[in-house]
């Protein structure tokens, strides 16, 4: 228990970490209050309200300096560690208990009523009692002395459950990355729709249509990627939930000081931390997957040719390049000429965004 308070000290307060708490970019955890404290105290003149942040800027990590970029919400647009949160509570739950001498009672055997169960058979995997070894069921099973077993099991589920706490954390890390990236497409989209609408604007009512048409695959694109990223990250946040109920079991079932009963439970909950500690069934997200600057336009040809405008494959792009030395007149410019052909027709399939987990599916990429 020392040791999991080691880890819920705030480097700012230095103090248990108080709700809410804000996990950054970098997976560093915060209480909000101390977050907002040090960005107010070291950027004075941005405007707040209530007390609150309302406009964006920089925040520099107290525990690796890592530098994140806030948006208009401040530090009250970072997401909650709602994990570390419910682990704060255990925890003082655990401290608050008074401690209570609780009454010990042995199981005894249900074949030889009288006898109380004090020994293991490996063979069955069962707790049992000395009468079944030596004239019972268990007579020509292997046996070991049940506290030696005992302690072999409550260290394995130790293990697994500091295993899904890692887990757990991972899975809280790839949500974060999946909200930053969703947040990235949105803010790409949006800016391939800019440079769009400034090309199209030059162009006057004949190429409004257009415009209309080449803004709406920028949008639609968009809002696949984010449908995608969000579907994405709500499976994660629900598996994330399963292990934290496999996690609070776990903590129950580590307070069972009968070692019989300890047993009897605990060979179900370990095959449960081992399916929980799988996440082969969900897909990962390519590196690259947010971008959406294969939206490019550009006008070379004639008025006359307007009415085929579309989005440039980088292909295309590459090959007119080649061409601009001869073209002379028709040299491409940043704001002239007109644009040729389409882009794909289906954005890229989701791979794999933390380089620790394997891809689970993957399709060729835009």
């Known amino acids: 228990m020392d040791n999991l308070e080691k880890q819920l000290i705030c480097p700012i307060c230095l103090e248990m970490f108080t709700k809410p708490v804000v996990i950054l970019p970098c997976q560093h955890n915060l209480c909000r209050k101390c977050a907002n404290d040090v960005f107010q105290a070291a950027n004075p ?24 970029v806030l948006d208009r919400h401040g530090v009250y647009g970072l997401q909650r560690n709602l994990l570390v949160e419910n682990i704060i509570d255990m925890f003082k739950q655990e401290s608050s208990r008074p401690t209570q001498e609780r009454k010990e009672e042995t199981p005894m055997c249900d074949v030889h009523e009288d006898e109380k169960i004090n020994i293991y058979c490996v063979t069955h995997g069962v707790p049992t009692c000395s009468m079944c070894k030596v004239f019972g069921a268990h007579k ?56 769009v609408c400034e090309k199209f ?11 209309r048409q080449m803004s ?23 598996h994330l939930e399963e292990s934290c109920k496999v996690v609070e079991r776990g903590f129950q079932t580590m307070e069972e000081t009968e070692m019989a009963l300890f047993l009897q439970n605990a060979r179900d909950l370990l095959k449960k931390i081992e399916d929980a500690s799988s996440t082969a069934h969900l897909d990962k997200v390519e590196r690259g997957y947010e971008k959406m600057d294969h939206y490019k336009v550009d ?27 001869e073209a002379g007149e028709g040299a491409r410019t940043v ?26 599916r993957s399709s060729p990429s835009t």
């Open 216 to 238: 709406q695959k920028v949008t639609t694109e968009q809002e696949e990627k984010m449908n995608y990223i969000q579907g994405l990250t709500k499976k994660y946040g629900d």
């Open 299 to 325: 006008f070379r040809r004639e008025r006359k040719a307007l009415g085929s405008l579309d989005f440039i494959r980088d292909d295309d792009d590459e090959n007119e390049e080649e061409g601009d030395g």
């Open 335 to 360: 704001s002239g000429g007109a644009a040729v052909s389409a882009p794909p027709a289906q954005p890229s399939a989701p791979q794999q965004i933390n380089p620790s987990l394997s891809p689970t």
């Open 140 to 195: 020509d099973c292997e046996v070991a002395p049940l506290g030696t077993v005992y302690q072999t099991k409550r260290s394995e589920l130790s293990d697994g459950i500091a295993m899904m706490v890692g887990n757990n954390d991972r899975i809280q890390g790839i949500i974060s990355q999946l909200d930053e990236a969703c947040r990235v497409i949105e803010e790409n989209g949006r800016r391939q729709k800019t440079k």
């Open 45 to 68: 003149y941005l405007p707040t309200r209530s007390g609150s942040l309302t406009s964006g800027g920089r925040f520099r990590c107290p525990s690796c300096r890592h530098e994140v």
């Open 201 to 211: 604007d030059q162009l006057y009512s004949v190429l409004e249509e257009k415009k």
